[in-house]
């Protein structure tokens, strides 16, 4: 069942994507070389809490962090730890806070000094990959035109791979409701309507779409050791259809 939201819904959504923005933006103040994953988990959960939010990760399913960071071959789900950023990592870091009882949801891939031009190339095909997805979307069309406009991007100008077995969600007062965002084109029978609320978060993989999953049960690695990146927005329809990008100020 997809949760339709109203316009009013929306602007409190707003507020937790808001949210969202700013704390990615304390996380890119601290990467340096140094820092470890666990320190900027902390940081994020402090920042939440002063907020008067909730980080919407921690317990979830029993994940015991305020964030997700996914260092180089991770693709997703990494769990903050010990390990100090190097030189040349990329970096994923994804947080979702509850704000009087909304989800806000978003993505940001940060660079650790100097990093190769692999690793730049596929950051920045990431997130034009992710823009022209948002550009797909429109009221009566099918849900499968993200899939479809993140291929054509991805496809035309790289042989980069698109991860297949993780999705964008829906996504309200739960963390993850219907419908799942297919980031490869697959139809479902799904159209955009207006009131729809839901996140379109491409993981793009330097080579094969492979991935295996490590004993601990969220971090998610290239089966090949190569480097992923991911990128996220959470995205509303409106009432009177218009596409907003409520995870941006």
Not at 37 to 55: Q, R, W, Y
Not at 83 to 108: A, C, M, Q
Request: hydrophobic share 35%; charged share 20%.
């Amino acid at each position: 069942m997809i949760h339709l939201k109203t316009d009013k819904e929306i602007y409190e959504m707003r507020k937790a994507g808001e949210l969202t923005y700013q704390l990615l933006d304390l996380v890119g103040q601290m990467i340096k070389p140094g820092v470890s994953t666990l320190e900027i988990d902390k940081m994020v959960h402090g920042e939440i809490l002063n907020s008067n939010a909730f980080p919407g990760t921690l317990g979830y399913r029993g994940f015991k962090h305020s964030c997700c960071t996914s260092v180089n071959d991770v693709i997703c789900h990494g769990i903050p730890s010990d390990y100090r950023l190097k030189e040349g990592d990329i970096l994923n870091v994804d947080i979702s806070p509850r704000l009087n009882g909304w989800y806000g949801d978003s993505s940001r891939m940060f660079t650790v000094g100097e990093v190769s031009d692999t690793a730049n190339k596929l950051i920045s095909t990431t997130e034009t990959a992710l823009i022209g997805a948002i550009q797909c979307v429109r009221v009566g069309d099918n849900l499968s035109e993200i899939g479809k406009g993140i291929e054509a991007v991805i496809f035309s100008i790289s042989n980069f791979s698109i991860v297949e077995d993780y999705v964008g969600h829906g996504i309200g007062r739960s963390f993850h409701e219907d419908p799942a965002v297919f980031h490869y084109n697959r139809p479902t029978g799904v159209k955009f309507q207006k009131g729809m609320v839901f996140t379109i978060e491409p993981m793009i993989n330097e080579g094969t779409k492979e991935w295996i999953m490590l004993d601990d049960g969220w971090t998610v690695k290239t089966k090949d050791g190569l480097l992923s990146a991911q990128m996220e927005h959470t995205i509303a329809i409106n009432s009177k259809g218009d596409v907003e990008v409520i995870s941006l100020p």
